[in-house]
């Protein structure tokens, strides 16, 4: 094969690359990796790849949860970290230009630096990178009240399968010539091209988040209690949830400010300037009629900033406990209890730990199914409480995925949501772009029947 200009042959090297953050297995053969530098070297190999039918997995920080970016042997792992910085923040457009590999909270500190705020906030906001975040249309913390990714992107620059460059949407307020094809690129999770550059669109930077704690003695009562917040006329900047496990693993990791002896907590912000205080008063009263046994304000920022650092190192902590699956499944807000309650029946039976967490506030929960990795037959059961938990979220008119994607480990349960006819649509419409088929094979798109 060609040597791309970024190609790396270092075998320990590779190995890192070869994997995201799923229990997705690698390839056992070669690949090739290439880290570009800049837009060129993206072209180059865009380019020499579809000429030579060699497939591509572009490559961000490799913080995916469901194997959209895992090496495939003979492959490019095209890595586009190198493609990094935030160019312009212009605040009267509300918009920031940034490459693919951008940190998120790197953009989102930028933004702040002009009084403006870039709302997309995963979890893993201190890692992951914008372009991932664009391919994967990923949520998050905040999305109760701000909405995902799609809601805050403007435009795209995007480099197809060929190596032809275009740009899609705008920088401008408004527009609407022609299709949106900033909305087809967003989750399309390297299956249509890849993303090079993106503008971001911003908002006046919210209020300090004043937060409420509250905390259950069951998860069914906490997942009432958000369907009671939902009601609420102004939305929480955030609604999580942690159950015990989660909360005790956090707490081991060190002290974050959780209470030790509840079933549940719901972590509870509002961002609204001037109202703040009103607003976590109420919701407090609100959670405490739906059940809440106690309710803690953090008016005291280093309290606050303690719950949200425990709130983002929940996977850590679980990481600590063994391997694990993570679900992302999101139904309707209102059958919230019944997926936990269901869920929880589903891994009684097979005999598989799970502990639960997450975007209450949007119907996206994670739970995290444990296995032990030496033992084929405990995994085998965690896969079954996988499939069986997706199923369950179908069967209530929910998603396969809220947020993480369906990259490989979800590729099987796509035809259940879509159903042939429709993934078949889907496929003409990548073709248009990648007629070759070379940009992430295998991935969200599985082999049809016949
Ligand atoms: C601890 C932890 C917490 C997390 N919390 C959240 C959360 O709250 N919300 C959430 O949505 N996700 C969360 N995630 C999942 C993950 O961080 C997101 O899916 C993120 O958007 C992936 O970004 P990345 O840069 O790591 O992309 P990668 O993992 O490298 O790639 C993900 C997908 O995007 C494609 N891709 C990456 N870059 C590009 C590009 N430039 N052009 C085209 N395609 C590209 C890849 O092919 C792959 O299909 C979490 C993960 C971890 C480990």
């Not at 499944?329 to 009684?348: H, K």
């Not at 967490?357 to 990795?373: V, Y």
């Not at 084929?376 to 199923?391: L, M, N, Q, T, Y």
Request: glycine content about 12%.
């Amino acid at each position: 094969m060609t040597d791309f200009r970024g190609q790396v042959d270092d075998p320990d090297i590779k190995a890192t690359y070869a994997v995201d953050q799923s229990v997705a297995t690698p390839p056992e053969g070669d690949f090739t990796l290439v880290r570009a530098r800049d837009l060129a070297d993206v072209v180059e190999v865009l380019t020499e790849a579809q000429a030579r039918g060699i497939p591509v997995v572009p490559q961000g920080a490799r913080s995916g949860r469901a194997g959209g970016a895992v090496a495939v042997e003979g492959g490019i792992v095209l890595n586009v970290m190198g493609l990094a910085g935030v160019s312009t923040v212009d605040d009267v457009e509300g918009i920031a230009v940034c490459g693919p590999g951008t940190v998120t909270a790197d953009l989102k500190q930028a933004a702040a630096a002009h009084g403006l705020f870039y709302p997309p906030d995963p979890a893993s906001v201190a890692f992951c990178s914008v372009g991932g975040n664009v391919a994967t249309n990923a949520g998050g913390l905040c999305c109760v009240k701000y909405g995902v990714t799609a809601d805050h992107v403007r435009g795209l620059q995007v480099v197809l399968a060929g190596g032809e460059v275009i740009r899609t949407g705008r920088h401008t307020a408004k527009g609407v010539a022609g299709l949106d094809l900033t909305g087809l690129f967003v989750g399309s999770e390297g299956t249509l091209g890849v993303v090079t550059e993106v503008v971001a669109s911003l908002l006046p930077a919210p209020a300090p988040a004043l937060t409420a704690l509250a905390t259950f003695d069951s998860l069914d009562a906490a997942s009432r209690a958000i369907v009671a917040l939902r009601r609420d006329p102004h939305r929480p900047s955030m609604a999580e949830l942690l159950d015990a496990f989660s909360i005790k693993a956090v707490q081991q990791l060190g002290d974050y400010g959780f209470p030790s002896d509840c079933a549940a907590v719901l972590l509870v912000q509002s961002d609204r300037d001037g109202h703040t205080r009103e607003d976590v008063q109420r919701y407090g009263d609100l959670l405490s009629t739906a059940g809440a046994t106690e309710i803690a304000v953090a008016d005291d920022p280093a309290e606050a900033e303690a719950l949200m650092a425990g709130r983002r190192v929940v996977s850590t902590a679980l990481e600590g406990h063994g391997a694990r699956m993570v679900e992302d499944v999101c139904v309707p807000i209102a059958r919230l209890t019944e997926l936990v309650e269901r869920s929880q029946s589903v891994c009684r039976s097979l005999g598989v730990e799970v502990a639960f967490s997450g975007h209450a506030g949007d119907g996206n929960l994670h739970p995290s199914l444990f296995f032990d990795a030496g033992d084929p037959a405990s995994r085998e059961r965690a896969e079954a409480a996988f499939g069986e938990i997706v199923d369950l979220a179908l069967g209530m008119g929910g998603t396969i995925t809220g947020e993480h994607g369906v990259g490989s480990l979800k590729a099987p349960w796509l035809r259940r949501e879509l159903g042939d006819a429709e993934i078949q649509r889907q496929q003409r419409i990548k073709a248009v772009f990648d007629p070759a088929g070379i940009l992430n094979p295998g991935r969200v798109y599985p082999p049809l029947a016949g």
